[in-house]
């Protein structure tokens, strides 16, 4: 079955420290990625999106992401984090089916930082 | 610019109470989705629908049934609420493929509590 592995539940950091989160998924065929957000309270939000092109993809509020297809990862980075990151991080990926688009969640990461 | 709209925003049930929750959206999609969100457990679909009049079950679809009479609702009824339901619910929307592999708008969400 398809899955999405993130494989930190929990990230605590202070200010202006770099983030990595991962992300890996188990599929073998045609993907399209994505990082979404969810501030406290909030639904999700997009953050950034790989569909094809340059592996390395740009979002918003200073993230980016890698997507290295040969170890089926798409790694969430920021080189310096702000306490307003705060927030739980999922990444998903867009499988495609029977000409559905089904869109798979990884169980997420929760990011604290602190002042 | 609503986007989607979830309606109630919050509500607390009694054990075997029904509800149902309403999911409207205006930017004229033709898939829409229900997702719960559990902690540790990321997003998982519950029930989702391509279209006006149809329907399909997601990951966790029991306990759960859904209507699509109209082309911009879509209806997530749990007709004997069990504490096992308690979560918060996410309505989805996207166009169909090739525009829907681009990504999902979601509404604000429900928190449901059965007790």
């Known amino acids: 079955a398809q899955s999405v592995s993130q494989h930190n539940h929990h990230v605590i950091l202070s200010e202006a420290a770099s983030l990595e989160l991962g992300c890996n998924y188990s599929?073998?065929?045609?993907?399209?990625l994505f990082w979404y957000v969810q501030y406290p309270g909030q639904h999700l939000q997009l953050l950034l999106k790989?569909?094809?092109?340059?592996?390395l993809v740009k979002g918003i509020k200073g993230f980016e992401a890698e997507f290295i297809k040969s170890k089926f990862s798409f790694n969430l980075r920021k080189p310096s984090v702000q306490w307003s990151d705060t927030a739980e991080y999922f990444c998903?990926?867009?499988?495609?089916?029977?000409?559905?688009?089904?869109?798979?969640f990884g169980a997420g990461t929760r990011l604290a930082v602190h002042p | 610019n609503a986007g989607v709209t979830q309606t109630p925003k919050f509500r607390v049930l009694k054990t075997g109470q029904s509800m149902t929750l309403l999911c409207a959206q205006d930017?004229?999609?033709?898939?829409m989705y229900w997702y719960r969100q559990d902690p540790g457990m990321g997003l998982r679909l519950i029930h989702y629908?391509?279209?006006?009049?149809?329907?399909a079950k997601g990951e966790v679809p029991d306990g759960y049934n859904v209507s699509r009479l109209k082309k911009q609702n879509f209806l997530l009824g749990l007709e004997s609420a069990a504490p096992s339901q308690t979560s918060v619910y996410f309505c989805?929307?996207?166009?169909?493929?090739?525009?829907?592999?681009?990504?999902?708008?979601f509404g604000s969400g429900t928190r449901l509590t059965v007790v």
């Open positions: 930017m004229n999609h033709e898939y």
């Open positions: 998903a990926v867009m499988l495609f089916s029977g000409g559905y688009n089904k869109l798979i």
């Open positions: 790989y569909f094809s092109g340059d592996p």
């Open positions: 599929y073998g065929g045609t993907v399209n």
């Open positions: 989805a929307s996207s166009p169909p493929p090739p525009q829907g592999t681009y990504g999902y708008t």
């Open positions: 629908s391509v279209g006006e009049g149809t329907t």
